[in-house]
């Protein structure tokens, strides 16, 4: 009896300060959630197709000049128009998304890239291509705005930067695809070389049609059209644990517009907002919130692209030809390089993101594409006005491309598809991405279709000056606007936006509420345990 009091004593003493412990114990790292890593990792197939297309435009175009004697200016017209057909792919991504589902828009992107890639490939004349171009920018235009918006949908908090940089990777790994597709046709005739290499272009867009019927739907897609019994089997599999998987669902319940309390399989959804009426809360009469998300998503967008990317990733011959590289099969091999170098350094960014935080890689990728720029104009402007080879100058332009693909991959190139993807709210976000995409698309195409034409107007080194003026800008905007996303759920980022550059004290006041609310919750914890275990203490 004395052991049993003594036992039942100890219990008493113990469990309370047990319990107490525990509240303040380091919170274990989740498990990585491998069915989500694998949802992801299919809907990002679907952005190989703009990677590849823009990796193999860059040493096709050698080719299809000479093949059709084309301009100059209507090599910039190829390039870059790809891009702004892509609009209208996006454009209606976001209606197809909301009416079909997320999963079957893939699939829509998929069908429309293939015709796009056989048209191109069949192509006779100038304008054959121009009609593949515009096919084949519809599918573009369809995954880049569906893809990103699956993959944060599934996506649970913990791992949602890393498992949404997937299609940066993606769209990296598409470009390497591009450059090596150039090296290996090169040596072909001509008239059949660039035929292939775009044409080869179709395979990617069958793996990806195959690989829908793998993936589940979006379980925010789901809630939409109330299907809730749906939605809550595919949170169990893609959450890191059923707790998460129920907070999750309350939260995407909550800005459905359906009630906590509504738990059946299949409910009837509120009307949302629908057509004029998402572009009036947008566009014509935003709350500060939605006004600040709308800046941030479009800016970062705009300016991942007017820093001058794609004039690098496109053009990369031309630089290297710039800088010495004579050969076209050794200036295709360079470029291999340059994608080699853009697909290493998305991977590691993509281990970093959840670790490292948003803002501070994007600062830091920012601040070495500025620094990168200005030395990579800085030598080619000496290589454009001395008469001799300056083999230091060679060598520093060189390796600034190579240094700046790779500051663009580890923060800009993955962050803005991270960011732009989780800070619009569920009733907002496939328009608001597909706005982001659409701005992302037109200034590629700018940039695209203007190169050729600053190279002649103001040098190929004051082209990237103008390129490094922009990244400097950007930085400004990014440090000033734009607020930590990294552990938020989905549904709590609108609470973090609508103060613009006062977003640092607004962090700190929900910081400080959580802290507060957590406190609380404890202290009512505690004292509950308490008194569940008083009766023993008086046996």
């Known amino acids: 009896?004395?052991?049993?009091?003594?036992?039942?004593?100890?219990?008493?003493?113990?469990?309370?300060?047990?319990?107490?412990?525990?509240?303040?114990?380091?919170?274990?790292?989740?498990?990585?959630?491998?069915?989500?890593?694998?949802?992801?990792f299919l809907a990002s197939l679907a952005s190989i197709l703009l990677g590849y297309d823009i990796g193999v435009m860059s040493g096709a175009i050698i080719y299809i000049q000479k093949d059709l004697h084309i301009t100059d200016i209507q090599v910039e017209i190829l390039v870059g128009i790809l891009n702004v057909y892509s609009l209208f792919g996006s454009a209606a991504a976001g209606r197809t998304s909301d009416w079909i589902g997320r999963r079957y828009t893939m699939v829509v992107a998929a069908a429309i890239f293939f015709a796009g890639a056989l048209l191109m490939g069949f192509a006779t004349t100038y304008a054959f291509l121009m009609v593949g171009r515009f096919v084949a920018g519809?599918?573009?235009?369809?995954?880049?705005?569906?893809?990103p918006v699956y993959t944060a949908e599934v996506s649970p908090a913990s791992s949602r930067g890393f498992l949404t940089s997937f299609p940066e990777v993606f769209i990296n790994g598409g470009i390497l695809l591009g450059y090596v597709s150039n090296f290996a046709f090169s040596r072909?005739?001509?008239?059949?070389?660039?035929?292939f290499m775009l044409g080869i272009g179709a395979v990617p867009s069958v793996f990806l049609a195959v690989s829908v019927l793998a993936m589940p739907e979006s379980p925010r897609w789901l809630v939409m059209q109330g299907r809730l019994g749906d939605a809550r089997r595919v949170l169990n599999k893609t959450s890191d644990s059923l707790e998460e998987a129920q907070l999750r669902l309350a939260d995407i319940k909550e800005a459905a517009g359906l009630p906590e309390h509504c738990n059946d399989d299949i409910v009837e959804v509120p009307k949302r907002p629908k057509g004029d009426n998402v572009w009036r809360e947008l566009i014509f009469s935003p709350t500060p919130a939605v006004r600040h998300i709308l800046l941030t998503g479009v800016g970062i967008h705009?300016?991942?692209?007017?820093?001058?990317?794609?004039?690098?990733?496109?053009?990369?011959?031309r630089i290297f030809e710039k800088a010495g590289i004579k050969?076209?099969?050794?200036?295709?091999?360079?470029?291999?390089?340059?994608?080699?170098?853009?697909?290493?350094?998305?991977?590691?960014?993509?281990?970093?993101l959840d670790k490292s935080g948003r803002r501070p890689l994007l600062l830091t990728s920012v601040a070495g594409m500025v620094l990168s720029l200005m030395l990579l104009a800085t030598g080619l402007t000496i290589i454009d006005q001395s008469e001799q080879?300056?083999?230091?100058?060679?060598?520093?332009?060189?390796?600034?491309?190579?240094?700046?693909?790779?500051?663009?991959?580890?923060?800009?190139?993955?962050?803005?598809?991270?960011?732009?993807?989780e800070i619009f709210p569920l009733r907002l976000r496939a328009t608001g991405?597909?706005?982001?995409?659409?701005?992302?698309?037109?200034?590629?195409?700018?940039?695209?279709?203007?190169?050729?034409?600053?190279?002649?107007?103001?040098?190929?080194?004051?082209?990237?000056?103008l390129y490094?003026?922009?990244?400097?800008?950007?930085?400004?905007?990014?440090?000033?606007?734009?607020?930590?996303?990294?552990?938020?759920?989905?549904?709590?980022?609108?609470?973090?936006?609508?103060?613009?550059?006062?977003?640092?004290?607004?962090?700190?006041?929900?910081?400080e509420a959580k802290i507060t609310e957590k406190t609380e919750k404890n202290s009512n914890d505690n004292g509950q345990i308490q008194m569940g275990i008083a009766p023993a203490i008086s046996s």
């Open 433 to 465: 991405c597909s706005i982001g995409v659409a701005v992302n698309r037109v200034t590629s195409g700018v940039v695209s279709m203007t190169f050729l034409s600053l190279e002649k107007a103001i040098t190929i080194g004051g082209a990237f000056f």
């Open 302 to 317: 705009f300016f991942q692209q007017a820093s001058g990317i794609d004039a690098v990733v496109l053009y990369s011959p």
């Open 188 to 195: 072909l005739p001509t008239h059949l070389s660039w035929r």
């Open 389 to 421: 080879k300056v083999v230091w100058a060679i060598a520093l332009s060189i390796t600034m491309v190579l240094a700046y693909v790779a500051l663009f991959s580890i923060g800009m190139g993955p962050i803005t598809w991270v960011y732009s993807s």
């Open 138 to 147: 519809v599918g573009v235009g369809y995954a880049l705005m569906v893809a």
């Open 327 to 352: 050969s076209d099969h050794d200036k295709l091999l360079a470029t291999v390089a340059v994608g080699f170098v853009k697909t290493i350094f998305i991977l590691v960014a993509t281990f970093m």
């Open 468 to 511: 490094a003026g922009l990244a400097a800008v950007a930085f400004v905007f990014f440090f000033t606007l734009m607020p930590e996303t990294q552990g938020k759920t989905l549904e709590e980022m609108e609470a973090l936006f609508g103060t613009f550059w006062n977003w640092r004290k607004t962090a700190r006041e929900l910081k």
């Open 1 to 40: 009896m004395a052991e049993e009091k003594l036992a039942s004593n100890n219990g008493v003493h113990s469990q309370p300060q047990i319990a107490s412990i525990r509240d303040f114990d380091p919170p274990k790292k989740p498990k990585t959630n491998k069915y989500a890593i694998a949802c992801s």
